[in-house]
């Protein structure tokens, strides 16, 4: 079967660092993305990786390594407004996108 | 960056009533749309895709029944609730992509059946 493992839930301070990971086994890859999505709204999305590596967008950046089936999600600079569910999508050989049940994400000041 | 609009964004109805929730995508032709529907707490699950012109494509464990999906053209697709019971009750989220790789969400529609 399809599996998105990420934690459930985790706490880090405002201005620090935090790195959210995801393993997955899919049926097929082409592609993971990492959305945000705030309490009661939908997903925004954050970010695309299709090739192993590092990819940085401002204060995010979400790495990939496709022979161990592994990314995460690195923010830094931490805000209250990043409190957050982070969640890690890996787009199937189908071109279906298999969801994690998403990381909530508490920022303490 | 492209928008997807929904509406209703809230909606009460009453138990064995319908409800149609229409997905529109602004600036943008959305070759395929997906449904997905969320409870508290929970992760998105995908209800069903849709192309532009086809049927719809149903999740295993999804009612096509009950859960009505039309996508007459490129920039609208409606999600149609039949006889709805308080389980229905949930976030339904929708979102569009082109050729590109991306999916862009609607801000979706809380539904609350009483």
């Known amino acids: 079967g399809q599996n998105i493992d990420q934690p459930t839930e985790m706490t880090a301070t405002e201005g620090a660092i935090v790195q959210i990971n995801c393993t997955y086994q899919t049926s097929g890859f082409n592609g993971l993305f990492w959305y945000q999505q705030h309490a009661g709204e939908a997903p925004t999305f954050l970010s695309y990786n299709v090739l192993d590596g590092l990819e940085e967008k401002g204060r995010f950046s979400s790495f990939l390594s496709r022979s161990k089936g592994y990314s995460y999600l690195l923010l830094k600079e931490l805000q209250m407004k990043d409190s957050a569910s982070y969640l890690c999508a890996v787009r199937d050989s189908n071109y279906q996108l298999i969801w994690g049940a998403g990381t909530k994400l508490i920022i303490k000041p | 960056g492209a928008v997807v609009s929904q509406h209703p964004s809230r909606v009460i109805c009453k138990s064995g009533t319908s409800v149609k929730i229409e997905c529109r995508s602004l600036d943008f032709q959305a070759t395929t749309m997906f449904w997905y529907r969320q409870f508290p707490k929970q992760s998105l699950m995908l209800m069903a895709t849709?192309?532009?012109?086809?049927?719809?494509?149903?999740e295993q464990g999804v009612e096509k029944d009950k859960f009505l999906i039309n996508h007459a053209s490129l920039t609208l697709s409606t999600l149609t609730v039949t006889s709805a019971h308080p389980e229905d009750s949930s976030f339904y989220i929708c979102s569009a992509k082109d050729r590109d790789v991306e999916q862009y969400f609607g801000p979706g529609t809380r539904l609350t059946v009483t």
């Open positions: 849709s192309n532009e012109g086809s049927k719809a494509t149903y």
